[in-house]
């Protein structure tokens, strides 16, 4: 990711979030640092603003939709994961990320009062946002390995380009045990862990585990990160085009009856 702002969220309701300026070969500039939204703006001129989420507000699942064109994708998802969701559909925006085989699609779920509270504050400030990601998919990643960035007491789980989930860090080694239970040879764990940090107990889990120290800020981890492939959240209503369909639609009558009064 060249020449960006690489900017992370907290959770609902925490007004601060921190960022790092990433150079024309996607290098960070800098320390990260620490403030507002409006702080966040008045250093973001001429970057493209790239946020992270945090991935205990967002579900990555896939849906098997063979066959379907992207807009009808886009409004057959909600349906087609509906069963699988406690919330009702309606309060939820979907994102859907590049194709798999088989007629597979990657989707990302979060509440829409979440994106759209995000956006409406960025905008509050006059931060313009350019891409949001969960923070999940900018974990780096190699294939055939679970990548784990310890975050606090969080342990961030991507297990595949599209595929991760947020955990109690306490509760790490059983769950990925469990999901690995049925693999005669079980994946390779990758902590990343801050330098000096307490490491959950590993014990548990029957394969190998090795671990990757980093000093600093997460974000210089999530920055080696970005160039996989990632869903952006800005989709349908939150999309350019969608921004645009609200801005003009209260306009559209208004425009039809001076181009009948021009005609």
């Known amino acids: 990711m060249r020449n960006a702002m690489l900017l992370r969220v907290g959770p609902a309701g925490v007004e601060t979030c921190s960022w790092l300026r990433l150079d024309n070969e996607g290098r ?4 990260p640092h620490t403030g507002t939204f409006a702080d966040a703006a008045s250093e973001a001129g001429g970057l493209r603003v790239v946020v992270l989420v945090p991935g205990l507000d ?3 699942t ?3 939709l063979p066959g379907v064109g992207r807009q009808k994708l886009l409004r057959a998802v909600p349906y087609a994961l509906e069963e699988q969701l406690s919330q009702d559909v309606d309060t939820l925006h979907f994102a859907v990320g590049r194709g798999l085989a088989g007629g597979n699609h990657p989707v990302a ?4 009062q979440r994106i759209s509270g995000l956006m409406a504050a960025a905008a509050a400030a ?9 923070d999940l998919l900018a974990i780096p990643h190699k294939e055939g390995e679970i990548s784990v960035l310890l975050d606090e007491s969080i342990a961030l789980v991507r297990t595949g380009d599209y595929t991760g989930y947020a955990v109690d860090s306490e509760n790490l080694a059983m769950l990925i045990g469990a999901q690995e239970a049925a693999n005669d040879t079980p994946a390779v764990v990758r902590l990343l862990a801050p330098a000096g940090s307490q490491l959950p107990d590993m014990a548990e889990y029957p394969g190998e585990t090795q671990v ?8 210089y981890m999530f920055a080696r990160g970005l160039g996989t492939p990632v869903i952006d959240l ?10 645009w369909g609200h801005i003009w639609r209260p306009w559209r009558a ?6 009948a009064g021009i005609l």
């Open 28 to 31: 960070p500039q800098g320390d």
């Open 58 to 60: 967002v579900l990555l």
């Open 62 to 64: 896939t849906v098997h």
């Open 109 to 112: 779920v979060i509440a829409d």
């Open 126 to 134: 006059g931060l313009e946002i350019q891409q949001v990601i969960p």
């Open 212 to 219: 990757e120290s980093y000093s600093g800020d997460a974000l």
């Open 234 to 243: 800005l989709q349908g209503n939150y999309s350019r085009s969608g921004e």
């Open 254 to 259: 208004t425009a039809a009856l001076l181009l």
